[in-house]
C-alpha cells in the first residue's frame, strides 16, 4: 500500500470471509485508476473470488495480474459479461465510461462494483436508477474515505450508540497530493472526471448523508478553482460547498490537490462531527507531528475526553455485507438510494459552483 500515492492508495485489512469459496465470483473491468486495487483487496477479505480481468492496456492487466495471481487475463470484456458463473464486475475505469460499464454489465445479470466518481452527469444516474429497479441488480460505488477507513466507519458506530447526540453540523476536509507528472491525461479533463466536487467530493457528501443519517441534501453554496495549475487550463485544484440536509443539519467541506511534499501520506482527510451531546473528530491518514500511523479518532462528550487508535481495531465490514447484500436482495451495506443520492449530490454541487478567478 503506498501511503505516499492516493492514486494508489489500496488498504489492506483482515479476512472476514461471509461466503465460502466459489460461492461468490467476480472479475475486474476497467484499470485506469488505482483504486481497483483496493477494492478488490476488500472483496477479497471477505471471501468473493476473483476470478479474470480485462482491460485493453496489457502492462496495466500484467501487473494486476502479478499482484493476484491466478487470475485469467481475459481478450476483451464481453467475455466476462458473457461468464454465467461471473456475479459481479468491479471496475476503476475512467469516470466518464463508469456508467456505460455499470448498464452492460446488469444487462448481462451481473451486479456492478464502481470506483467513485460513479458519474458525471445526473442523467447518467437517472438511468443507472432504472436499470437497478428493472434488473433487481446492484450497483455498488467505493466511496473509500468512508467504506476504507476504520477510523470513519468507528466513528459511526459512535453516532449509531448515541455518544455525541443528534448530529447537527459536520466539516469535512478531502486533500490530496497532486502528483501531476504520474497522471493520466484524462485526469486533467474535467469532461473525463466530473470536476473536483463531483470527483473527491462525493468521498465527502456521502459520509455526510451517513453521519446525518439524512435521506436528501441541498446545495447551498459552492466553488471551484483553479490557483495553481494553470499549464492545464481546464483542471480544478480546488473545491469547496456548504450543504443543508432534509433533517436540518448542515455540512461545510473542503478537496483539494494541494498536499505539500513534506506529509507523510497523500492527504491529511479529516472529518468533525458536531453533536448535540459532543462531538468527534477523525484524522484518517496520519496524526501530524504526531504520529505517521492513521485511524485516530478523538471523542468529547459528557464522560470526558478520549482518544482511539483504531488500526487493525475495526475492520471493514463494507464488503462482506455487499456480497451478502448482492447474494440475498438486501441492503444492509448501503442502500441504493444512499448510493445514487451521495453521487447525485456531488454532481449537483460541481453544476453550481462558481469559478473562482485568480490571478
Not at 456521502?206 to 435521506?215: D, M, R, W
Request: glycine content about 10%; charged content about 25%.
Amino acid at each position: 500500500m503506498n501511503k505516499q500515492d492516493g492514486m494508489n492508495y489500496a488498504p489492506e485489512g483482515k479476512v472476514d470471509r461471509v461466503v465460502g469459496e466459489g460461492e461468490f465470483r467476480f472479475a475486474a473491468i476497467g484499470l485506469d485508476h488505482g483504486h481497483i486495487y483496493g477494492m478488490c483487496n476488500g472483496l477479497i477479505e471477505a471471501g468473493a473470488e476473483l476470478v479474470a480481468v480485462y482491460d485493453p492496456d496489457f502492462e496495466k492487466m500484467h501487473a494486476f495480474c502479478e499482484k493476484f495471481p491466478g487470475i485469467v487475463p481475459a481478450n476483451s470484456e464481453e467475455e466476462l459479461l458473457n461468464d454465467p458463473s461471473i456475479e459481479l464486475i468491479a471496475s476503476a475505469n475512467i469516470p466518464v465510461h463508469r456508467q456505460e460499464l455499470g448498464l452492460r454489465a446488469l444487462d448481462h445479470g451481473k451486479h456492478y462494483f464502481t470506483d467513485k466518481p460513479a458519474f458525471t452527469k445526473k442523467e447518467q444516474v437517472e438511468l443507472a436508477r432504472k436499470k437497478v429497479e428493472e434488473t433487481g441488480l446492484k450497483w455498488g460505488i467505493y466511496y473509500s474515505e468512508r467504506l476504507h477507513v476504520e477510523s470513519a466507519i468507528f466513528a459511526g458506530q459512535l453516532i449509531d450508540q448515541g455518544a455525541i447526540g443528534r448530529v447537527i453540523q459536520v466539516m469535512g476536509t478531502g486533500p490530496h497530493r497532486a502528483s501531476v507528472n504520474s497522471r493520466p491525461d484524462w485526469f486533467f479533463d474535467p469532461e473525463s472526471y466530473g470536476g473536483i466536487l463531483c470527483d473527491i467530493g462525493s468521498h465527502q457528501i456521502e459520509q455526510f448523508l451517513h453521519y446525518t443519517g439524512a435521506k436528501d441534501a441541498k446545495v447551498l453554496h459552492s466553488k471551484v478553482a483553479n490557483y495553481n495549475h494553470k499549464h492545464y487550463p481546464q483542471f480544478e485544484d480546488y473545491g469547496d460547498a456548504t450543504l443543508v440536509a432534509d433533517n436540518g443539519a448542515t455540512f461545510y467541506f473542503r478537496v483539494d490537490w494541494f498536499t505539500p511534499d513534506g506529509l507523510s501520506t497523500w492527504g491529511d482527510g479529516r472529518v468533525l462531527i458536531l453533536g448535540t451531546e459532543g462531538y468527534i473528530e477523525v484524522r484518517k491518514y496520519v496524526d501530524i507531528a504526531r504520529s505517521n500511523s492513521g485511524d485516530h479518532l478523538y471523542l468529547v462528550n459528557k464522560e470526558g475526553e478520549k482518544h482511539f487508535e483504531l488500526s487493525g481495531q475495526v475492520g471493514f465490514p463494507f464488503f462482506g455485507q455487499f456480497i451478502l447484500d448482492c447474494l440475498n436482495g438486501t441492503e444492509h451495506a448501503m442502500t441504493q438510494e444512499h448510493t445514487f443520492k451521495a453521487a447525485e449530490l456531488c454532481i449537483d454541487a460541481q453544476e453550481k459552483a462558481i469559478n473562482v478567478e485568480s490571478a
